[in-house]
């Protein structure tokens, strides 16, 4: 899991999503749910600051946790 730490910033340390090729682990995640996907985070897509890394696999996460929070709208401003 990646979150907040105590004092509510988030470190931009995503594991595998930040090396080469990390997107596709999330691609994986998101394209294996057959009818319905639930999302639990401690974390908001807000709380991803995309100028803080190069990584395309963070990028895409807070992409995808921007869907999860505001659905289609998301999609039409990313």
């Known amino acids: 899991g990646y979150g907040p730490d105590a004092t509510g910033r988030v470190a931009m340390r995503f594991g ?3 090396q080469a090729g990390g997107e596709r682990r999330l691609n994986v995640a998101v394209t294996r749910a057959r ?4 999302v639990v985070t ?3 897509a807000a709380d991803i600051d995309p100028s803080r890394t190069q ?6 996460l807070r992409a995808f946790l921007d869907y999860a929070e505001r659905g289609t709208i ?3 401003e990313s």
């Open 74 to 76: 998301a999609l039409g």
């Open 42 to 44: 401690s974390m908001s």
């Open 16 to 18: 595998p999503l930040n």
């Open 55 to 60: 990584a395309m696999g963070a990028k895409l």
């Open 35 to 38: 009818i319905a996907m639930t």
